[in-house]
């Protein structure tokens, strides 16, 4: 992999994990970057401008003031960067980025940057800790930047707990993943479900199930990363970049996704739809009173997947889940023909470390051929990467 004529500004803040910051920029260089170090003032106590200078092979810039062209510096280089990387990212800077704050001149240039921003942050794990940074990490996040979360250990300060740097090599991966891109979802409109659906009992209960939506909400996530122009489609409420649809029930993510559909090349139904509903939910709440039993009718939800099959482009990828706790690859291949599928993903829910509700899931891909692959436990974020990769090489 090169990344020549790509152009990096690596921003430093004032923590001490800047010095791990020389690694990158080494492996960096290495890769033929052009590679750029804006520091804060701050960091100026933690890495020295000789050593940034020396290993970017260019100048390095602190000064907002010192001016010797026409165009002001952060202008300059926020036009000719490719990738933002702040490593690390102090809870100061964070704040200042979160609320608009462009008091120097890696904060003027963040503001002035239009391209993919990665921050890894690096604290106390206190600091890591306290609503307010978390808050500005979400508003971060939910404005599109990539955020590489600081791990767990022993911290420079003497603490143990979360807020060491993200290593660096995981932060060269997502640089890399980033620039070669793997936009390769670009010009792609695609829907993604998330989530189990609420059947209404009356207007305080329902009929739900386990499915916490987070396969799909990173399903999602991977897919605008990809450069995808992704409408998501969620029981469940979250704030991204995005287009998303909240609903409830199923007839609701069925009359959605139809009316969505015939604008879109991929359907990816990732939600965990209720295959039955209340036949009729009570306008009132119903109270106990002297029963001793109710008996509820449910009725027969439309298969979505099925639905959609039927107005179905042939250019148009239609992908579904399945969740089993027996003959799981069997019972897939099943409905890969049962609804027109181009593919199916296979989730074991019988084992309770993964599936609903956890951060990993283990899957078997499944095309239309039968072909199969096996993927084992793996972060969903990291999961829902390899799936659409899978879909649509
Ligand atoms: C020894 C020392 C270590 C520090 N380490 C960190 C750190 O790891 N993360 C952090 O957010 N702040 C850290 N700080 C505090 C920041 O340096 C301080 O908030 C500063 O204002 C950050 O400025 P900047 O965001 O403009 O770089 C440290 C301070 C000192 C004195």
Same mark, same amino acid.
């Given at each position: ?73 952060? *202008?300059? %280089? =926020? $036009?000719? &960067?490719?990738? !933002? ?7 100061? +800077? #964070? ?121 799909? *909400?990173? %399903? =999602? $996530?991977? &897919?605008?990363? !990809? ?7 969620? +029981? #469940? ?124 899931? =283990? ?31």
């Amino acid at each position: 992999m090169t990344l020549s004529g790509k152009k990096i500004i690596i921003g430093i803040t004032g923590g001490i994990a800047a010095y791990k910051t020389c690694d990158l920029i080494r492996k960096l260089i290495k890769l033929n970057a052009d590679v750029r170090a804006v520091i804060t003032p701050a960091a100026k106590k933690f890495v020295t401008e000789t050593t940034l200078r020396t290993l970017t092979r260019n100048s390095v810039y602190c000064e907002q003031f010192d001016v010797p062209e026409w165009k002001p510096e952060h *202008i300059s %280089l =926020a $036009d000719s &960067a490719d990738l !933002f990387l702040i490593v690390p990212a102090s809870a100061n +800077t #964070i704040g200042k980025m979160a609320n608009g704050i462009c008091d120097n001149l890696l904060t003027s240039l963040i503001a002035a940057f239009n391209k993919p921003v990665i921050l890894a942050p690096a604290m106390n794990c206190n600091m890591w800790e306290n609503s307010f940074v978390q808050e500005n990490i979400v508003k971060l996040e939910k404005a599109g930047f990539y955020i590489i979360p600081p791990e767990s250990g022993e911290l420079a300060c003497g603490y143990e707990g979360t807020g060491r740097l993200a290593d660096i090599g995981k932060i060269l991966e997502k640089a890399l993943e980033i620039l070669s891109k793997e936009k390769f979802l670009q010009g792609k409109k695609i829907i993604i479900t998330a989530g189990g659906t609420k059947e209404p009992i009356d207007p305080v209960r329902y009929i739900g199930n386990r499915s916490s939506g987070k396969m799909g *909400i990173a %399903l =999602a $996530d991977a &897919a605008y990363s !990809f450069g995808a122009d992704v409408t998501l489609v969620s +029981t #469940i409420k979250v704030d991204k970049p995005y287009k998303i649809i909240n609903l409830s029930t199923a007839m609701e993510m069925l009359e959605t996704v139809k009316n969505e559909f015939s604008q879109v090349d991929a359907l990816i139904m990732a939600a965990a739809v209720a295959d039955f509903r209340v036949n009729s939910t009570s306008d009132h709440k119903i109270k106990k009173g002297e029963k001793e039993n109710i008996t509820l009718e449910l009725v027969k939800n439309p298969d979505i997947l099925k639905e959609i099959s039927k107005i179905k482009r042939d250019n148009q990828v239609l992908v579904g889940f399945c969740a089993e706790s027996q003959d799981l690859i069997e019972n897939a291949k099943k409905k890969i023909g049962s609804k027109n599928l181009d593919f199916i993903i296979a989730n074991d829910i019988s084992d309770k470390e993964i599936g609903f509700n956890s951060d990993y899931n =283990a899957v078997t891909i499944i095309d239309k051929f039968m072909n199969e692959i096996k993927i084992d436990k793996t972060l969903k974020k990291e999961l829902a990467k390899i799936i659409l990769k899978e879909i649509f090489k």
